[in-house]
């Protein structure tokens, strides 16, 4: 029976790519020499460090535009609120990965909901859709690329 999956994965070595390109373009620009701005990378969070919120705003604008060039969808960004003191300001930017169960359960509502002739089904922190045929697995696809998800969507493990 032809299947697939829905996941919502990120390219660790891609974000790392992005942070370190986003911190050589804070060293490069004039705005930003001898602030102490920078980014630092750990796990799958970004922690963005300047003297005032202003930069923070725009180290934000950077590390989007860095994740974009790289192929990561900027939907996955969960930016925290900026903690800011007299000395310095920091603000947290997590990058969410997976699908949790609340995701999963309204993908696997959306697919039933289509009256496509395909069952969906939660395993673990990816969606498997199954059907009779190759043309109502696409057309679940396409349904799911259209539709206003709250995380990003990949396919995977395509099988006739």
Same mark, same amino acid.
């Given at each position: 029976?032809?299947?697939?999956?829905?996941?919502?994965?990120?390219?660790? +070595?891609?974000?790392?790519?992005?942070?370190?390109?986003?911190?050589?373009?804070? %060293?490069?620009?004039?705005?930003?020499?001898?602030?102490?701005?920078?980014?630092?990378?750990?796990?799958?969070?970004?922690?963005? +460090?300047?003297?005032?919120?202003?930069?923070?705003?725009?180290?934000?604008?950077?590390?989007?535009?860095?994740?974009?060039?790289?192929?990561?969808?900027?939907?996955?960004?969960?930016?925290?609120?900026?903690?800011?003191?007299?000395?310095?300001?920091?603000?947290?930017?997590?990058?969410?990965?997976?699908?949790?169960?609340? %995701?999963?359960?309204?993908?696997?509502?959306?697919?039933?909901?289509?009256?496509?002739?395909?069952?969906?089904?939660?395993?673990?922190?990816?969606?498997?859709?199954?059907?009779?045929?190759?043309?109502?697995?696409? %057309?679940?696809?396409?349904?799911?690329?259209?539709?206003?998800? %709250?995380?990003?969507?990949?396919?995977?493990?395509?099988?006739?």
């Amino acid at each position: 029976m032809p299947s697939f999956d829905v996941v919502s994965e990120l390219d660790a +070595h891609e974000v790392t790519n992005a942070v370190d390109q986003a911190n050589r373009e804070l %060293a490069q620009r004039f705005d930003f020499k001898d602030t102490g701005a920078r980014f630092a990378l750990e796990d799958l969070s970004v922690t963005m +460090h300047a003297q005032v919120d202003f930069q923070l705003k725009q180290m934000l604008e950077i590390l989007k535009i860095r994740l974009a060039r790289r192929g990561i969808d900027i939907a996955c960004l969960e930016v925290k609120d900026a903690e800011v003191n007299l000395a310095a300001a920091r603000q947290q930017v997590v990058l969410r990965h997976g699908i949790d169960q609340d %995701a999963g359960r309204k993908i696997a509502r959306l697919v039933k909901d289509s009256k496509l002739k395909v069952q969906a089904s939660i395993q673990g922190d990816k969606v498997r859709v199954q059907g009779k045929s190759k043309d109502d697995l696409q %057309a679940a696809i396409q349904l799911l690329r259209k539709a206003e998800l %709250a995380v990003p969507v990949q396919f995977e493990n395509f099988r006739d």
